[in-house]
């Protein structure tokens, strides 16, 4: 069982910048990948950005060139750093673990609010 605690959300006026962390019980390198999922009001989850096990990245069309996912192995933790906000960034944001495959996120976050005002 791997547990994410997710910190840093918050208020930001559009073009500001903010930097989401997610914390692991256990060793980033023993699950497959681990992912930034976010979901607004009325909205489906989608994802925001992931990180394979081995680097490889992938973003969400909506924040490519805005958003990157980053990861401290010794710290547990994996970070989405967020510049130029926009107000349709406002969502409840997750972080999660997938096992037995890159797409498998089996475990979840309880999230952390981002609002960015216009």
């Known amino acids: 069982q791997v547990q994410l605690v997710e910190s840093g959300g918050g208020s930001v006026q559009a073009g500001g910048s903010l930097e989401l962390a997610c914390l692991s019980s256990?060793?980033?390198?023993?699950?497959?990948?681990m992912g930034w999922f976010r979901q607004a009001p009325g909205q489906q989850r989608e994802l925001v950005a992931s990180?394979?096990?081995?680097?490889?990245?992938d973003y969400g069309d909506s924040v490519r060139g805005r958003f990157t996912i980053a990861r401290d192995g010794e710290k547990k933790t994996v970070y989405l750093l967020m510049n130029s906000l926009k107000p349709e960034d406002t969502a409840v944001y997750y972080c999660a673990a997938s096992k037995l495959g890159k797409n498998n996120y089996i475990y979840w976050g309880q999230g952390t609010q981002v609002t960015v005002s216009s």
């Open positions: 990180i394979t096990v081995g680097g490889t990245t």
């Open positions: 256990e060793n980033i390198f023993m699950v497959s990948a």
